[in-house]
């Protein structure tokens, strides 16, 4: 049986971050105001409250902030990718973002590695901004 | 100063399982029904004389379980005017107990009945897959995120990058967990486990193993509050609520804000301790929500039982095994004892049990004041009750 992958529900306000992933770009809120970036993307700055916020492209590096080795995977979609790393990114900017480190040795993954972003296409909707060591 | 209105616990009661599954046959709002009425029978009232109902859950959803109070109210046929369905995960009925106590302090209520029922296991529900990729969740399960034991590694893994807490340390709390399980009849897991056995199972989501996990089982439990003065004509001795408190921080655990430290558990304990006006030291047992073995260590150190970073040395040498220094999880938790997926519930009703003195081989000597402490979510939700012999 081929069970496949959840993909992201996209909403209003995630629709320019996963379109900027399928064009190749990491673009994430930047608030007007407070000048912070946030993620994940939402109406109002998570920092100020403020709605003065615009979609801004960053620069896509950024460090393992922790991660985990799935060893068992989260459903049966997932089973052919085990063990994969599954790992919070701190972004350059600030933000955190969850995501998957592209490795062939999972072992060789820590915290504080550096990464940058690359992109995984996994429908015609969806590309999934990955990372890998740098 | 004392009250007439002071809260108390009145009854309590939980179903019995047998490998981890229910021994009666009944739905699972037929087991909730069960013991709602075991429970306030146990206090000497009947559920007609009910009030106030509060519950959590994850049955019927999507369905009646979506108005949860409701659909369990319609179930025992009473009409409460008093209700909560606080669902804030696992610590839920921490903070039920928090919301009864008010209601019962203002006169809002007289007698408050706090249920949860859950058939995981018999219906083979639960999988490390779980939550639909919608809203802030799309942007960590088409990831892989193993749910939820993955956002708990996570921590885990910065604790231990932090302040070098080791897998060992893990251990030390599954194994005294397991040792109070051999006292508690009651108890799912009751064979005897060893460090090495912790860290030789599979494992699952690194840093954590099999044996850092939570069980998977069914589970039914209630208990019943009421006034301190309409107790005094109750047949059951009761346990005075002195203090609570809770909060929450995230969902997603990316948007933890600082994955090795438990904020919820250090703002509901501090709020909790000062209501009730003891100190560290007052504690004589201590009930700490264990999903996993980490989840107990960053609660000891955000509820100030140590220092942040140096859990790992206080749970080290077995001290809070049976006949340690530090008593906790004395029923054997939800890593032995029982786990139907809130296991907030029954740390309450343990607590209760050793107030009263009525735990045979694990009684802890004594014991006169208990902290129970939940969290629910991914490490997202904390509350905090103190209990008191009366």
Not at chain 1, 98 to 122: C, L, W, Y
Not at chain 2, 6 to 31: E, Q, R
Not at chain 2, 132 to 140: I, Y
Request: glycine residues 10%; negative net charge; aromatic residues 6%.
């Amino acid at each position: 049986m081929i069970t496949e992958k959840p993909l992201p529900v996209i909403d209003h306000d995630s629709a320019p971050y996963w379109e900027a992933a399928r064009e190749g770009r990491l673009d994430i809120p930047l608030c007007g105001d407070c000048g912070k970036h946030h993620f994940y993307p939402r109406s109002v700055c998570p920092y100020c409250h403020s709605d003065n916020l615009s979609f801004d492209t960053v620069s896509g590096r950024g460090e393992v902030h922790t991660f985990t080795i799935a060893r068992r995977p989260a459903g049966p979609a997932f089973a052919d990718d085990v063990p994969y790393v599954v790992a919070l990114i701190e972004l350059e900017e600030g933000p955190r973002m969850m995501s998957r480190i592209q490795t062939d040795d999972p072992e060789n993954v820590h915290i504080g590695a550096k990464v940058e972003v690359t992109f995984v296409k996994a429908t015609d909707e969806v590309t999934f901004p990955y990372f890998k060591i740098i | 100063m004392k009250n007439g209105r002071d809260p108390v616990i009145v009854g309590i009661a939980d179903a019995s399982l047998k490998d981890g599954k229910f021994v009666t046959n009944a739905s699972v709002l037929g087991h909730a029904a069960l013991v709602a009425k075991a429970a306030v029978e146990e206090a000497g009232l009947k559920l007609s004389d009910v009030d106030g109902l509060l519950t959590a859950g994850m049955w019927g959803v999507p369905g009646p379980g979506q108005l949860a109070t409701v659909t369990l109210g319609e179930y025992l046929n009473i009409m409460p005017t008093f209700v909560d369905g606080t669902n804030i995960g696992g610590s839920a009925f921490e903070a039920h107990v928090a919301h009864a106590a008010m209601a019962l302090r203002e006169g809002y209520c007289e007698v408050a009945l706090i249920v949860y029922s859950s058939d995981q296991k018999s219906l083979r529900s639960r999988n490390l897959g779980g939550r639909p990729s919608v809203l802030s969740m799309q942007h960590e399960t088409p990831y892989g995120m193993p749910t939820p034991v993955g956002g708990y590694a996570m921590a885990a893994q910065r604790h231990m990058h932090e302040y070098g807490t080791t897998s060992e340390n893990l251990a030390e709390i599954a194994v005294a967990t397991r040792k109070w399980a051999q006292l508690n009849p009651e108890a799912t897991r009751r064979d005897p486990l060893s460090i090495d056995d912790v860290l030789s199972s599979t494992m699952i989501s690194e840093p954590l193993h099999l044996l850092d996990c939570c069980l998977v089982t069914d589970g039914a439990g209630a208990i019943v509050m009421t006034t301190a003065e309409r107790a005094r004509d109750l047949k059951s001795k009761p346990v005075a609520v002195k203090g609570y408190g809770e909060a929450h921080t995230h969902w997603a655990i990316g948007e933890m804000p600082d994955l090795a430290r438990l904020l919820p558990a250090q703002k509901a304990g501090e709020r909790a301790m000062k209501m009730a006006g003891v100190s560290h030291s007052d504690i004589d047992v201590v009930e700490i929500y264990d999903s996993f073995t980490i989840t107990v260590l960053l609660s000891l150190e955000a509820l100030g039982f140590c220092k942040i970073g140096e859990g790992g040395d206080f749970v080290s040498g077995q001290r809070t095994a049976p006949g340690g220094r530090f008593p906790m999880n004395t029923s054997g938790g939800g890593l032995s004892a029982l786990h139907p997926g809130m296991f907030g519930m029954f740390l309450l009703i343990e607590a209760v049990r050793q107030l009263r003195g009525d735990c045979g081989e694990r009684q802890v000597e004594g014991a006169e004041t208990a902290l129970v402490h939940g969290t629910g979510g991914t490490l997202s939700s904390g509350a905090t009750v103190i209990l008191q012999k009366d």
